[in-house]
């Protein structure tokens, strides 16, 4: 039995949480969210690179909340994720146990100031490459830039897949679901599009926690993480600011330095 | 259906000699749901005003545009038209074809399509436009000051002069503040106390004003003319009611070795004591730190010599609640003390001291009756420096702001002292010299050419002590920047204003907001000087930022206006030009998901949680409420709002959304 | 924790007594010291003045050969050269691509791991000093700090710039009474030993006057360049000065292994142009007065109006 | 395109430039009817999305003005407006939208002149880029 | 004169020159004079530090200023005490501007005449740490001699330290010395423009 599995066990027996969020094997051996309630199901989580899914989106799940309290099988981005949503007053200190995998030992966090502290070590900044690709991409021409967009967003169904998969995306009615007035057309057309994707980018700025699961979660393979990282950069660069490091620090874009840049402010 | 009347001016030939204005007419008569449009002459005159009367009566009109000149001129003028026809005012805009139209272009087609396109907006808009009710708030007539020094004292005379309760509140046991402790006071050198004590004993008698003082502020819940504030009487150790002031325990008390905070520290006083002889009120505290019976448990001889046996060691602290419609914070500023200028052996050598102690030492109520002594050995110093700047307008010591006060008063003390000391040379090194204001500029000329004072433009780099003196080394940068140094034997500095102890404690208690150095902030730096951005919060006195006496008295009285103001009227009536949040019927109650980026983005402290409940108590939601007593409608919650559940009443996204469309021609297709 | 030594040239040549002193209180404390491999001079005090690259590489190759003897930190005892190693560092690591440039001009990979110690705080850490005392040093010194181990406070961080304490309290250890005095941190002349004596027997005159005014029986300093100027220079300065000091200059190394009861040859005590040997000679019962200062902090001075006030006990107690 | 004249909406705050654009008025200086202005209480209030909106409406060019920094009626409503179009506009470019298109500034009551300025060295401009067909477009191969 | 400064058009300013190369702002610069309150040798200064920092805050209108504050004798007086900076109420780094004066003063050929004596013992000194990789002592003291001309300076204090063991005869010397070389030809040596 792996610590992983050792520990979740742990938990559900001495009844500390009454549910293990974490992955387990689905069909084809890929893997998939499993939500183990009893201490001899532990058997069935697994660990591995193949583990990519925010975990912490269904958090926000009314069906999952009803279960009880949880301990959560978290990535890096997950923790983050965790932060933000505590920061967003999504959830309540001590409603759940955050679980570290690693090859030795389980690192358990109970608080948000573990959790803090634990992200604290950690590099949240964009990747080398992540950085690079952002580079490339800036470096295109305008046209470019907007024909490259042009033909991605015509790919776009409106299936909100994206939203689905994101933990931020909690709003129980969205922007793209108010009809008086009527601010994104229902459609999916290219203007529609281009206006649910800008909207959602800019929903995200500042709270964007870079997991990815959008971009892995499209149908039809947006690459909507950049638009995320290039949000998640900007935040950073022109205010100094990152999301889901603290669980009371204000939004990036709700709070203001009086000596923002302005150099394009007339 | 709506039914929008539309009515173009002419503003005699300002509007129609670049307007045609019976083609927007027209044009405006086209719009799907306008039911009446016309044109005259002069929409503002009487009988402009009887056509849109008449038009809403006989035409049943659900809306009104006036396209004529600015809101801001005549809004208010069209909207009581309006009223007055019974139709809600909040369903009348106005098209500004004037200011922004027929003034700045050209006589053509262009500017009369332009025209025709905000009346369209316009039209567009008040299609969206809602029936809205003033808000009425009950407004309590008692207003709370906080602090008790020249300011708070003012302020609490003028409201309570106007016929409202005051209930003043001082932390210390005697009210007077810093004025209290100053000699005499520039530029007219009149004794400090002489005009002070007078308006102290007004306070207590006045019979509108209760005090409060050795008491502060616990918390303070509510808003603007509903304030719950909770205030905390420190416990005196002592039955107020039966004291007499006779002074009797003050004088045997045998604990008598503990530095006077009204001298500055150069004085000293007993456990049981009266700051100084003009206290008001004039009733003993007990320093529990330094009381031998609370110490040890032995001595008790201040409640065996009591005549009234008004002592009481057991007396607990005392939290007395009240209800209050506005509040003056008036808890003034302190001086920078500590070992924070080590260069000039500040807190090292006894005789370099700051300005508050140099006042303490010119009082003619001072530890030394008013006669110039050093501390040190009590000698009369023949050469004294007074440096400025020392601490203000200093990054490297964390304060760039000039404290402002310090120019005058130092050469107001350069002044005292030659008076004093008639031999004795007073030297004053300087940055720049700001003193701006009635008589000021004449004030530091009659120091340096009647009574002497040699000014010296630069800062001291170092002051250590040599064989009793001590050895100042400046520069005068008038002089090729030369190094020049004095032997001085006492030294004064002018150290940096900055605001009391516990500011920001007190800032977070009340909602409202401070600068970097927490200096409490007003609403507007120059329109709304004496409000905070909490409404019914204002602002009297150095708190804000360091002020001499005359601005303190005058924000003091302006803060008192803006409460007797508000108190002139038992309900608070307000424009319902704010932010609400949306609420539904069960089970969705809002489509608020609680996440609060709104709140702290609201300048005013507006935005307030509530928990939405089921029958049994159980906590089903959270979310976002607005309170309109604090909403001064900005709308920046608005365009936060993810989920759109934020709006703002008068620039709804209905409202806003219709006229861009409407605008640009696509209006009618998309409504 | 591997603490290398970099002695710097003077120790070498005119401040041999400093790194002899030094060596001998290692061993006597049982402490390594071994010496940074093929260091070379930091530059100080003249490479600044003419080329910061030059300056910065200097001292950056000496780091980069400590780094590299896998030294976790170097005891740099000359003030001079702790300063201009302890700036280089805080330069290279504060910049990425100065430290690239600098790494490339000394051809090797700095990355900044091998701290900068100074005389003080290595001594400082000597555990329970007290207790090693065998003849407490019972004089009246002038703790001389001098500019550079103080400043720039942003980058050495060490004690505070005005009125510092770290070496008076290294001297109480050893039962010395440090005196209070106004030239601590002042300037000596630093670099114009030789080419501007004339400024240099003003400046170190100055001290000297403050010092002997106030009783000290010795100058203890942390820096071979302020005692050249202090005690080599001595001729110049009393020439200028038109009267004599009578005295001495000190390597804190030497007041220390007094204390310790090393004897004066392993100190170097000959080796001074003033000699020092008055403070071989028992100390007497109790340092002379001095002169009695009238606004310091003693406590008994008189009162104001009849009572004795003064500032409150707490800012008045923050002096010592 | 000789004859193309741009269509500019302008949102603007109540108390700064909508005063300032009031005092152009009352000081009768002159400038291009190709802008139209819209009505808000504060910058702070710009909703992003309106921007968006007058876009696919057939705007040209927008311009965006308030209060100047530490003059905003409400104190810090034009400081949270510009940390949004910080963002924005770097989303916009980023997606291959010509930030040239909107133009903000701030304009105080007291600045008619700079109003007048702005609006026509902003209709030049935008008369330099020609019409917004990159953005119509999207809107033609929609449904409608 | 403004119009001359345009009409020089070599480039920046001085004070931005300085700036770039120490990122010190000195528009930052009051004038208190406090620097020049606490500078050990201001009394000998031709231009006492605040008033240098004024002849920089006026280069860009006036390059004769510039011109005068490079050709200044304060910019060698300066004994890089630090306390200016420790004291400048505005943090400016006085020291790191008197070190970018030099070099600028030195390869403009701007040197004070009356530095000259400042100006050879930092070459002597340096001299001796190229050949050798560390200072010798007694190698210096002959070459400043030299380049002095001062030379029966300290004539009297020789055999004493030879006699104390303060004086060696022979230079210490580090093993890499090509290493070294390569250093100062990278640097000083590349930069300097020798008369």
């Known amino acids: 039995m792996s610590a992983l599995q050792e520990k979740a066990r742990e938990l559900l027996a001495s009844a500390a949480v009454q549910v293990v969020i974490g992955y387990g094997r689905g069909s084809g051996g890929a893997a998939r969210a499993v939500f183990i309630r009893e201490a001899t199901k532990a058997g069935d989580l697994v660990f591995d690179g193949t583990c990519l899914q925010n975990l912490a989106v269904y958090l926000m799940k009314p069906e999952v909340r009803k279960l009880g309290k949880a301990a959560l099988v978290v990535r890096p981005a997950t923790l983050r994720t965790i932060l933000q949503l505590a920061a967003e007053n999504q959830i309540a200190e001590n409603s759940l146990l955050a679980l570290v995998p690693s090859a030795e030992e389980i690192v358990l966090l109970a608080t948000f100031a573990a959790i803090e502290a634990h992200v604290a070590a950690l590099d949240s900044d964009l990747s080398t490459a992540e950085k690079a690709e952002l580079q490339r991409f800036t470096a295109l021409g305008l046209d470019e830039r907007r024909r490259f967009w042009e033909e991605q967003f015509s790919r776009c169904l409106k299936c909100y897949a994206c939203r689905a998969a994101c933990p931020l995306c909690y709003c129980t009615r969205c922007t793209v679901e108010c009809n008086q007035p009527q601010w994104i057309p229902v459609p999916a057309h290219d203007l529609g599009n281009l206006e649910w994707n800008v909207m959602r980018a800019m929903h995200l700025a500042g709270r964007c926690v870079n997991c990815g699961d959008c971009s892995r979660a499209c149908p039809v393979g947006i690459p909507l993480y950049l638009l995320n990282q290039k949000l998640v950069s900007d935040v950073f660069t022109g205010f100094n600011s990152r999301s889901g490091i603290s669980a009371r620090s204000d939004n990036a874009l709700s709070t203001f330095k009086p000596n923002d840049p302005e150099d394009f402010i007339r | ?671 | 924790m591997k603490t290398g030594f970099y002695p710097g040239c003077s120790m070498k040549g005119s401040a041999r007594e400093y790194s002899e002193s030094l060596l001998a209180l290692a061993r006597e404390i049982g402490r390594e010291l071994p010496e940074v491999p093929d260091w070379n001079c930091c530059g100080a005090t003249a490479a600044h003045n003419l080329d910061r690259d030059l300056a910065l590489a200097l001292p950056a190759r000496i780091l980069a050969a400590a780094e590299k003897a896998g030294m976790d930190e170097v005891l740099v005892p000359c003030a001079a050269c702790y300063s201009r190693l302890k700036v280089t560092r805080h330069e290279l690591l504060a910049d990425d691509s100065l430290r690239q440039r600098i790494s490339g001009l000394v051809e090797a990979d700095y990355r900044g791991s091998a701290g900068v110690l100074n005389i003080i705080e290595w001594l400082g850490r000597v555990p329970d000093l007290e207790k090693l005392v065998k003849k407490p040093f019972q004089r009246k010194v002038a703790c001389y700090y001098g500019c550079l181990l103080v400043r720039p406070a942003g980058v050495v961080k060490f004690d505070r710039p005005e009125d510092p304490q770290s070496m008076d309290l290294l001297m109480k250890k050893i039962g010395a009474d440090p005196i209070d005095w106004a030239f601590k941190t002042e300037c000596c002349g630093a670099g114009f030993s030789v080419s501007r004596t004339d400024l240099v027997a003003r400046l170190s005159g100055q001290i000297l006057d403050d010092a002997v005014s106030r009783g000290a029986e010795a100058v203890v300093v942390a820096c071979p360049m302020c005692h050249l100027n202090l005690d080599l220079r001595r001729p110049n300065i009393e020439k200028r000065a038109g009267k004599k000091f009578h005295l001495p200059v000190i390597y804190i190394t030497q007041a220390v292994g007094m204390a310790l009861g090393l004897k004066p040859k392993q100190l170097g005590l000959q080796r001074h142009k003033v000699s020092p040997s008055a403070l071989l000679a028992p100390a007497s019962a109790k340092p002379p007065a001095g002169s009695k200062s009238a606004s310091g902090d003693s406590p008994a001075s008189a009162p104001l109006s009849g009572s004795s006030a003064g500032a409150p006990a707490s800012t008045a107690s923050k002096v010592n | 395109m000789p004859d193309f004249e741009p269509k500019i909406v302008a949102f603007v705050c109540n108390w700064c430039t909508y005063a300032g654009a009031d005092l152009t008025g009352t000081s009768r200086m002159k400038y291009s009817p190709q802008v139209a202005i819209i009505r808000f209480p504060c910058t702070g209030r710009i909703d992003f999305m309106l921007l968006l909106k007058a876009f696919a409406s057939g705007a040209d060019g927008i311009i965006v003005s308030g209060c100047h920094p530490n003059d905003c009626h409400y104190s810090s409503g034009n400081f949270h407006a510009r940390r949004r179009w910080i963002v924005f506009r770097g989303l916009l470019d980023f997606l291959g939208i010509d930030v040239r298109r909107v133009q903000f500034s701030w304009v105080s009551a007291a600045e008619g002149a700079k109003w007048a300025q702005l609006v026509n060295e902003t209709a030049e401009h935008i008369r330099g880029l020609g019409p917004f067909t990159g953005y119509q477009r999207l809107r033609g191969l929609g449904v409608e | 004169m403004r119009s001359e400064a345009h009409a020089h058009g070599v480039g920046a300013a001085l004070s931005d020159r300085v700036r770039e190369k120490t990122g010190v702002d000195v528009a930052r610069c009051y004038q208190c004079g406090k620097c020049s309150a606490g500078c050990p040798l201001a009394s000998e200064m031709d231009f006492p530090p605040s008033q240098v920092m004024h002849l920089l805050q006026l280069s860009a209108a006036f390059p004769e200023l510039a011109e005068q504050a490079l050709r200044s004798h304060t910019i060698w007086l300066c004994l890089t005490c630090e306390i200016c900076y420790c004291r400048c109420p505005m943090e400016l780094d006085i020291p790191a501007i008197m070190d970018a004066l030099r070099h600028e003063s030195l390869q403009q050929r701007k040197v004070n005449p009356r530095a000259r004596d400042i100006l050879a013992f930092h070459r002597a000194f340096l001299d001796s740490v190229k050949y050798t990789g560390r200072l010798f002592e007694m190698g210096q003291v002959v070459d400043y001699k030299l380049r002095s001309g001062h030379f029966l300076q300290d004539l009297l204090q020789a055999p004493w330290m030879f006699l104390v063991g303060k004086l060696h005869l022979l230079p210490e010397r580090v093993r890499n010395r090509r290493q070294l070389a390569r250093i100062f030809a990278k640097t000083l040596k590349a930069r300097e423009n020798r008369p």
Request: overall charge neutral; charged content about 25%; proline content about 5%.
């Open chain 2, 1 to 671: 259906m709506a039914r929008i009347g539309v009515f173009i001016c002419h503003c005699g030939e300002n509007i129609s000699a670049t307007v045609d204005v019976m083609k927007v007419a027209a044009e405006a008569a086209k719009i799907p749901g306008v039911a009446h449009s016309v044109e005259y002459k002069y929409m503002c005159s009487d009988p402009g005003q009887q056509l849109v009367k008449n038009a809403i009566r006989e035409k049943g009109l659900t809306g009104v545009v006036v396209a004529a000149c600015s809101p801001r001129m005549h809004e208010p003028t069209f909207r009581r038209a309006c009223a007055e026809a019974g139709l809600n005012p909040f369903l009348c805009e106005m098209a500004n074809i004037r200011e922004h139209c027929s003034w700045v272009h050209e006589k053509g087609d262009a500017t009369t399509d332009k025209a025709i396109d905000i009346v369209r907006t316009l039209v567009a808009k008040v299609k969206k436009n809602k029936a809205l009710q003033p808000i009425k708030v009950p407004v309590t007539k008692v207003a709370m000051v906080i602090g008790g020094g020249i300011a708070g004292i003012q302020a609490s005379l003028d409201i309570a002069n106007a016929g409202h309760q005051v209930i003043l509140v001082e932390k210390e046991p005697s009210i007077g503040g810093h004025m209290s402790q100053l000699s005499e006071t520039f530029p007219t050198l009149d004794c400090s106390q002489c005009i002070l004590t007078p308006r102290m004993v007004e306070v207590a008698q006045h019979l509108n004003i209760t005090l409060f003082s050795y008491a502060e502020l616990e918390s303070l819940d509510g808003f603007i003319g509903n304030f719950k504030a909770r205030i905390r009487k420190k416990a005196r150790s002592l039955d107020e009611k039966l004291c007499t002031g006779c002074g009797l325990c003050t004088q045997k008390c045998p604990s008598r070795r503990i530095p006077s905070e009204f001298d500055a520290g150069l004085g000293l006083r007993p456990a049981i004591y009266v700051p100084f002889p003009q206290a008001v009120p004039n009733k003993p505290v007990i320093d529990r730190e330094h009381c031998t019976y609370y110490r040890t448990g032995k001595c008790r001889l201040c409640e065996k010599v009591c005549p009234t046996q008004a002592i009481r060691f057991d007396q607990q602290d005392e939290i007395v609640e009240a209800d209050v419609g506005a509040v003056v914070l008036a808890t003034g500023f302190d001086i920078k003390h500590g070992d924070f200028f080590p260069e000039y052996g500040y807190g090292k050598y006894r005789d370099v001291i700051d300005g508050l102690q140099f006042e303490r030492l010119a009082s003619a109520s001072g530890p030394t009756l008013g006669e110039i002594r050093r501390p040190s050995d009590g000698r009369v110093p023949e050469t004294v420096v007074f440096v400025a700047c020392a601490g203000s307008r200093d990054p490297a010591k964390g304060i760039e702001y000039c404290s402002k006060i310090c120019c005058m008063y130092t050469a107001k003390h350069a002044m005292l002292y030659k008076h004093k000391v008639h031999h004795g040379k007073p030297y004053v090194f300087y940055m720049d010299i700001r003193a701006g204001g009635k008589m000021y500029e004449e004030f530091v000329r009659r120091a340096m050419e009647e009574d002497g004072v040699q000014y010296v433009r630069g800062r001291v780099s170092r002051i250590f002590e040599r064989g009793g003196k001590l050895v100042v080394k400046g520069v005068d940068t008038l002089l090729a920047a030369r190094p020049l140094e004095i032997e001085a034997d006492l030294v004064v500095l002018a150290t940096a204003g900055i605001a009391q102890p516990g500011a920001e404690e007190l800032a977070q208690k009340l909602h409202v907001s401070y600068d970097a150095h927490k200096f409490y902030a007003e609403a507007h730096p120059k329109l709304r000087p004496v409000e905070t951005n909490t409404a019914g919060i204002f602002l009297a006195g150095a708190c804000q930022a360091p002020k001499d006496i005359p601005e303190s008295v005058a924000q003091a009285s302006g803060a008192a206006a803006k409460v007797a103001a508000l108190f002139s009227q038992s309900e608070l009536v307000r424009e319902p030009l704010i932010a609400v949040v949306d609420r539904q019927a069960p089970p969705v109650y809002s489509s608020c998901v609680g996440c609060f980026l709104c709140q702290s983005a609201c300048p005013y402290q507006a935005i307030e949680k509530e928990e939405i409940r089921g029958r049994d108590g159980q906590l089903l939601k959270t979310v976002a409420k607005v309170n309109p007593g604090l909403c001064q409608g900005c709308g920046t919650c608005v365009a936060f709002c993810r989920t759109k559940s934020i709006d703002i009443q008068g620039f709804s996204h209905e409202q806003v959304h219709a006229e861009v469309l409407a605008l640009l021609n696509r209006g009618e297709r998309d409504a």
